[in-house]
């Protein structure tokens, strides 16, 4: 089955094109990737001499009893190159992982400033940790793959072809006897990891069911304490890791069982090695010093054959995670700046809906044919039941997503033909779900102006009532707020997300259940301070409180995604059978209620 939220498929991957893609992007060190070639031969051939030197000291020096200083000699050669070999590789090493590094470092950075340019269409398709995953993890696994796998099968193929040169030239029969076989041996080695490969996957699930379920009991911790659910929630836990255990413990024995007889196969080979190596040597057809060298080229050869059996392993879950990366990378964003897009430094901030038609899925709008003018410094107030698309009315007008049919107009201009730049920065929002990034008070008001000083930020918190609970605070402005403002209340945060707001200084301004988690006293505080912001700019507003948008110099009505009524409160109320004054009466009535008990 393939993971949630993607279309990648670990077992339909083209390995090859996705590997030369990610090579693709070391072309701009190719000079680094040449001297890193080089130091793999270079390291390859004098990996190869000591073997060779083995069988001139036994057959040249220790089987005659040659003189002293030539076991001296030979002993100084062999360590020599070893102390060589160990140097380029150190030297290789530092350079793939500094190489790898900052491969992974640029693809992260590729992937991050991409997601920037994607469109909330895209995030509402996945979930926050699938997104984390292709920056973290799957980037992560890029960097281990780029670092120590490649070059080892780059190193391992040269090894393999040189080391089959010199089997072939030492003793050609012995050579048959060692290469033959190793199609068989990798072919069982890979049948092998397949039938494990499955057993990991598997696994793998498990061990991910287990992280999701420990991310979500640990997240809702307060919910689990508050209806003393903690026995029920241990029992989950115990049904999820008994998986865990079973696939692990399954997993284990297996491997316990294949490993061992796949290298006592492997054995073979060296095991005839010795035996007819043995019957030359008795025959006189071949010197101890020959044999010797041979059976360490027989290692490396086997050593090499092993590491294309793993290749498949090594590869499948780096290739996937690649995939994964670039499935981000190919994504296009749902909105971009048309061709002849149009410069709007200066927004006067009068907003015409005609006709508008739109849906989070195309064939079941949430907007129906909605048409509506507000001329430049008016309050527009958006009421209407649950679900009525007064979220969704401000989404598409700070154009967050496109609509299907129809134009939304500022100063006359198609939205579709404004430079988002200039739109987004001429807008200000205050949401219903406030958010505030970890960090301090200050450094949150003064979000999106960077240059603001801390007089700009004190006049922002005033105006928005936000001051005086800051200065009570031990820090003041340079209080951390914690992750998502975590430390601070529900009305508090409010505060600093409309002072964040007004320091922005928009030409059109947002407010969306901007006082909904504020008591009365503090609500009529922010009423005053907002309604000194809204002058001369265009406002539109969504309340809880319709009280609050008695002042509004329009009202828009909102059912179903339709304009029902549009008109001033005194206009709407007089309605006797109107929708708007429907809603009066109900809140006034649950208001009552709420003030007898």
Not at 228 to 235: D, F, I, K, N, Y
Not at 314 to 329: C, G, H, I, P, W
Not at 509 to 519: F, M
């Amino acid at each position: 089955m393939l993971e949630e939220n993607t279309r990648v498929c670990p077992v339909c991957i083209e390995k090859s094109k996705t590997f030369l893609r990610l090579l693709l992007l070391a072309r701009p060190y190719w000079r680094r990737l040449i001297l890193l070639v080089l130091l793999m031969v270079a390291g390859t051939g004098i990996s190869m001499v000591p073997p060779y030197l083995y069988k001139v000291l036994i057959d040249d020096v220790l089987l005659p009893r040659a003189h002293p200083d030539w076991l001296l000699l030979l002993v100084a050669g062999i360590y020599g190159m070893q102390v060589l070999g160990s140097g380029i590789g150190a030297i290789r090493e530092c350079l793939n992982a500094e190489l790898g590094a900052r491969i992974a470092s640029e693809l992260r950075g590729r992937v991050y400033r991409h997601l920037q340019t994607l469109s909330l269409g895209y995030y509402d398709k996945q979930k926050i940790g699938n997104v984390m995953d292709r920056v973290g993890r799957d980037a992560g696994n890029l960097q281990h793959f780029l670092v120590h796998h490649v070059d080892y099968l780059v190193i391992q193929a040269l090894q393999f072809a040189v080391v089959s040169v010199i089997l072939l030239a030492l003793n050609w029969r012995l050579a048959l006897i060692v290469i033959v076989p190793m199609p068989f041996a990798v072919a069982a080695f890979r049948w092998v990891l397949r039938m494990l490969i499955r057993r990991w996957r598997r696994m793998w699930d498990v061990t991910t069911r287990l992280t999701s379920f420990l991310n979500d009991s640990i997240s809702g911790v307060r919910v689990i304490k508050a209806f003393g659910s903690e026995p029920v929630e241990l029992r989950k836990f115990e049904r999820r890791n008994r998986d865990v255990y079973e696939y692990s413990s399954d997993l284990g024995q297996i491997e316990a069982v294949l490993w061992p007889m796949l290298m006592l196969l492997m054995e073979i080979v060296t095991v005839l090695i010795w035996f007819f190596g043995g019957r030359g040597i008795l025959g006189g057809e071949m010197t101890l010093g020959t044999l010797t060298a041979y059976m360490f080229y027989v290692s490396r050869f086997v050593q090499s054959a092993q590491s294309f059996g793993f290749f498949g392993r090594m590869t499948t879950q780096s290739m996937t995670s690649a995939e994964r990366v670039f499935e981000v990378l190919d994504e296009k964003p749902e909105i971009e700046d048309a061709e002849d897009a149009v410069p709007m430094p200066r927004i006067e901030g009068r907003i015409e809906f005609r006709d508008v038609v739109f849906g989070y899925d195309r064939f079941k709008p949430v907007i129906k044919k909605l048409s509506f003018t507000v001329e430049p410094g008016q309050m527009l107030g958006l009421v209407g039941p649950s679900g009525a698309g007064k979220s969704t009315t401000i989404n598409i007008l700070a154009r967050l997503y496109d609509v299907q049919e129809g134009q939304i107009l500022i100063d006359g201009v198609d939205i579709k033909k404004i430079r988002q730049a200039d739109l987004r920065s001429q807008i200000g929002v205050v949401l219903q779900e406030t958010f505030l990034f970890s960090g301090t008070i200050g450094e949150n008001i003064a979000y999106g102006r960077s240059d603001a000083s801390r007089t700009d930020i004190l006049r922002a918190a005033t105006a928005a009532c936000a001051h005086d609970f800051i200065m009570r605070l031990p820090d003041g402005y340079d209080t951390d707020v914690g992750e998502k403002g975590g430390k601070l209340s529900g009305g508090e945060k409010q505060r600093i997300a409309i002072a964040r707001a007004i320091l922005h200084d928009p030409r059109i301004l947002i407010l969306d259940e901007a006082t909904s988690s504020v008591d009365t006293e503090t609500e009529n505080q922010i009423q005053k301070g907002l309604k000194r912001l809204i002058q001369g700019r265009t406002t539109i507003a969504i309340a809880h409180r319709l009280s609050t948008l008695r002042h509004a110099n329009m009202l828009l009505v909102l059912e179903k995604g339709e304009k029902v009524e549009m008109g001033t409160h005194d206009e709407l109320m007089v309605k006797e059978k109107g929708a708007y004054r429907k809603l009066v009466e109900m809140q006034t009535e649950w208001s009552k209620i709420i003030a007898y008990r």
